[in-house]
C-alpha cells in the first residue's frame, strides 16, 4: 500500500488484529528486515511496517531530512491511519526515530533495537581531516565526489546525495535529552558485541530512561534480534501484552 506524507509516497503493509505495532526498520533496510518480527507478531496484534521514506519502495524526500522530519512524517502517518495508543519498535535508525517520537508524543510500549541514541564524542578521525582539507582546495565537485566516495562510511558511499546529507545529520544529533522524557515503558534488546552501541551506552540509555528494561545477548552483533529471533519476539510478545 502507498500513502503520500509531506510530499513522498511512502511504501507499507498492514496485517494482523489488534494491537498497533508500527515496525521501523534501519538505516539502508526495508519492509523485509522486520517482517521476521512482525509475522509471528500479527497473530495477536495489527502489524503495520513501513519502507522509511528513502528506502525500500518508498520514494526519498525531495531535500535532505532531519531526524525532526522523520518524527513529523510518523505523526502524520499514525493520524492519518487512525492508530491508537501504538507499540513502536524500532531497530537502529528505526529506533532513533521511534525514541524521539515517544519523547514528543504519547505510545503504549516502546522497543528499542540496537539503536544508538547518543553521539559519540571521539577525535576528529584522519579521514575527516584528509576530507576538510580537500574541500579548500578542491574546486571540481567531481573530484571532491570521487574521495568522499574512497573515504566515505559504507552507508555513505552506498546513499544517494540527499541520503548522504540525511545520514549526516542523524548522527550528528543526540538523543539523550528526548530519551530523558520517555515516559512509556521501554525495552531495550541489543548485543555485547555490537560496535555501534557500546557497553557504555546501552547502560546509559537504560540509566536515563525512566521505566527501562534491558536485554544484551552473548555474543551477538547489531542484528542481535535477527540472530536470536525466537527469543525477541517471545520477549517482545511477553511485553506488550
Given at each position: 500500500?502507498?500513502?503520500?506524507?509531506?510530499d513522498?509516497?511512502?511504501?507499507?503493509?498492514?496485517y494482523?488484529k489488534?494491537?498497533?505495532?508500527?515496525?521501523?526498520?534501519?538505516?539502508?533496510?526495508?519492509?523485509?528486515?522486520?517482517?521476521?518480527?512482525?509475522?509471528?507478531?500479527?497473530?495477536?496484534?495489527?502489524?503495520?511496517?513501513?519502507?522509511?521514506?528513502?528506502?525500500?519502495?518508498?520514494?526519498?524526500?525531495?531535500?535532505?531530512?532531519?531526524?525532526?522530519?522523520?518524527?513529523?512524517?510518523?505523526?502524520?502517518?499514525?493520524?492519518?491511519?487512525?492508530?491508537?495508543?501504538?507499540?513502536?519498535?524500532?531497530?537502529?535508525?528505526?529506533?532513533?526515530?521511534?525514541?524521539?517520537?515517544?519523547?514528543?508524543?504519547?505510545?503504549?510500549?516502546?522497543?528499542?533495537?540496537?539503536?544508538?541514541?547518543?553521539?559519540?564524542?571521539?577525535?576528529?578521525?584522519?579521514?575527516?581531516?584528509?576530507?576538510?582539507?580537500?574541500?579548500?582546495?578542491i574546486?571540481?565537485?567531481?573530484?571532491?565526489?570521487?574521495?568522499?566516495?574512497?573515504?566515505?562510511?559504507?552507508?555513505?558511499?552506498?546513499?544517494?546525495?540527499?541520503?548522504?546529507?540525511?545520514?549526516?545529520?542523524?548522527?550528528?544529533?543526540?538523543?539523550?535529552?528526548?530519551?530523558?522524557?520517555?515516559?512509556?515503558?521501554?525495552?531495550?534488546?541489543?548485543?555485547?558485541?555490537?560496535?555501534?552501541?557500546p557497553?557504555?551506552?546501552?547502560?546509559?540509555?537504560?540509566?536515563?530512561?525512566?521505566?527501562?528494561?534491558?536485554?544484551?545477548?552473548?555474543?551477538?552483533?547489531?542484528?542481535a534480534?535477527?540472530?536470536e529471533?525466537?527469543?525477541?519476539?517471545?520477549?517482545?510478545?511477553?511485553?506488550i501484552?
Amino acid at each position: 500500500m502507498k500513502i503520500t506524507i509531506k510530499d513522498v509516497d511512502i511504501n507499507y503493509i498492514e496485517y494482523g488484529k489488534g494491537k498497533d505495532v508500527i515496525l521501523l526498520h534501519g538505516w539502508g533496510q526495508n519492509i523485509s528486515m522486520m517482517k521476521p518480527i512482525g509475522d509471528p507478531l500479527s497473530k495477536n496484534n495489527h502489524i503495520i511496517i513501513m519502507d522509511l521514506p528513502g528506502f525500500g519502495e518508498s520514494n526519498e524526500p525531495k531535500i535532505a531530512w532531519n531526524l525532526n522530519d522523520y518524527e513529523e512524517m510518523l505523526h502524520e502517518f499514525i493520524k492519518k491511519l487512525k492508530l491508537k495508543d501504538v507499540v513502536l519498535i524500532g531497530h537502529s535508525f528505526g529506533g532513533r526515530i521511534s525514541a524521539m517520537y515517544a519523547a514528543d508524543h504519547n505510545v503504549s510500549k516502546l522497543i528499542l533495537l540496537s539503536s544508538p541514541l547518543i553521539k559519540k564524542k571521539k577525535s576528529e578521525s584522519f579521514k575527516n581531516k584528509v576530507l576538510k582539507f580537500l574541500k579548500k582546495i578542491i574546486k571540481s565537485k567531481k573530484l571532491e565526489e570521487f574521495m568522499k566516495q574512497k573515504l566515505g562510511s559504507t552507508d555513505y558511499k552506498n546513499a544517494s546525495p540527499i541520503m548522504r546529507e540525511v545520514l549526516v545529520s542523524a548522527v550528528n544529533v543526540d538523543l539523550l535529552d528526548y530519551a530523558n522524557r520517555i515516559t512509556a515503558p521501554t525495552l531495550f534488546i541489543t548485543g555485547d558485541s555490537d560496535k555501534m552501541v557500546p557497553y557504555w551506552e546501552y547502560k546509559k540509555i537504560e540509566e536515563t530512561i525512566k521505566d527501562c528494561g534491558l536485554i544484551v545477548y552473548e555474543d551477538r552483533s547489531h542484528y542481535a534480534y535477527l540472530e536470536e529471533l525466537d527469543r525477541t519476539v517471545c520477549i517482545i510478545e511477553e511485553f506488550i501484552k
